[in-house]
Nanobody, 123 residues
Framework: QVRLVESGGGLVQPGGSLRLSCAASGMIFSIYAMGWYRQAPGKQRELVAAVTSGGSTNYAASVQGRFTISRDNAKKTVYLQMNSLKPEDTAVYYC?????????????????WGQGTQVTVSS
């Protein structure tokens, strides 16, 4: 059974940093593309960043240059390093997976959604 567990969220002041983790189990992690998504109150879930099985990355324009996605296949974990956080980054952050990168980018991954981790950016 595939399981994705997000962690690392919290309350941070504007300009601060957080690192999110997503631990996978029940899957051959190394062959999957992975994505980080977020959903703010009253808004649709959106793609934040994605990484291919080979390590190539894509970012939403709103986080380009501030966020970095990475993966550790040995630990079956994908990370999201978030720097220079802004109040508009406040959301629940989720990770998900798919064998096909196009589906991750298109916000249609077929993996299981975890419980997410809350990120709140506020002074």
């Amino acid at each position: 059974q595939v399981r994705l567990v997000e962690s690392g969220g919290g309350l941070v002041q504007p300009g601060g940093s957080l690192r999110l983790s997503c631990a996978a189990s029940g899957m051959i992690f190394s062959i999957y593309a992975m994505g980080w998504y977020r959903q703010a109150p009253g808004k649709q879930r959106e793609l934040v960043a994605a990484v291919t099985s080979g390590g190539s990355t894509n970012y939403a324009a709103s986080v380009q240059g501030r966020f970095t996605i990475s993966r550790d296949n040995a630990k079956k974990t994908v990370y999201l390093q978030m720097n220079s956080l802004k109040p508009e980054d406040t959301a629940v952050y989720y990770c998900n997976s798919d064998r096909f990168y196009d589906r991750v980018i298109a916000e249609k991954p077929r993996g299981s959604w975890g419980q997410g981790t809350q990120v709140t950016v506020s002074s």
